[in-house]
């Protein structure tokens, strides 16, 4: 498989996750609590972007092939994204915008 198709392969994958929770919530299937949900996902989703992503390295040197390098920083960067995804909606969903709050949870 050539790289650019590989690296638009893995960029698919990684953007049709979070379009796939905002199409269930568009379409009311998320449950009672919705926003829950959704921060729920976006953490597990970054945890396993995160391990996924650390995973290249030791895979490139097991199989000999490029190509888990050369998407490693572009699922670092999804990664990031997701992060900072699941910031924005627990800051919006579980607090309610209210940062003094943010360093209260941060806290505990």
């Known amino acids: 498989m050539r790289l650019g198709l590989w690296r638009v392969s893995v960029f698919i994958a990684a953007a049709v996750w979070p379009l796939f929770w905002l199409y269930e919530a568009w379409s009311l299937a998320l449950g009672p609590d919705p926003g829950k949900v959704l921060v729920d996902r976006l953490g597990l989703g970054t945890l396993i972007l995160l391990l996924v992503t650390l995973c290249m390295t030791p895979m490139q040197k097991l199989t000999g ?26 800051l919006t969903f579980v607090l309610g915008f209210d940062w003094s709050q943010l360093g209260v949870e941060l806290r505990k």
């Open 65 to 90: 092939w490029a190509g888990w390098i050369a998407v490693r920083r572009q699922l670092g960067l999804w990664c990031f994204a997701y992060v900072v995804l699941h910031l924005c909606a627990y």
